[in-house]
């Protein structure tokens, strides 16, 4: 059974940085795409960032664009999402997600097949 573990979430100011790790196990890792969600209080969760299984395409949304960076180690089956420049919008649970099969990234929650429990990023004005 895949498991997806995320860490590195926190409290940080506006224009602030943080990093988040995504720790896979229980399956194939470096074949299949990956992606990091939002979701703030109130909303529908909402699409970050995604990588293919070679790291050679990335995607983002719009609004993070030029800000957050995805990347992976497949050595280390984990998955990253570098957020620099920091918006207090940007507050919300970020979860990880993995595809059980298909190599390409997606930035639609429905093609995603596991999920991890999510880690609080808030960032405070």
């Known amino acids: 059974q895949v498991q997806l573990v995320e860490s590195g979430g926190g409290v940080a100011q506006a224009g602030g940085s943080l990093r988040l790790s995504c720790a896979h196990s229980g399956g194939a890792f470096s074949t299949n795409g990956m992606g990091w969600f939002r979701q703030a209080p109130g909303k529908e969760r909402e699409f970050v960032a995604t990588i293919n299984w070679s790291s050679s395409n990335t995607d983002y949304a719009e609004s993070v664009k030029g800000r957050f960076t995805i990347s992976r180690d497949n050595a280390k089956k984990t998955v990253y999402l570098q957020m620099n420049s920091l918006k207090p919008e940007d507050t919300a649970v970020y979860y990880c997600?993995?595809?059980?099969?298909?190599?390409?990234?997606?930035?639609?929650?429905?093609?995603?097949?596991?999920w991890g429990q999510g880690t609080q990023v808030t960032v405070s004005s």
């Open positions: 997600a993995a595809r059980r099969t298909g190599n390409r990234g997606s930035v639609y929650a429905g093609e995603y097949d596991y």
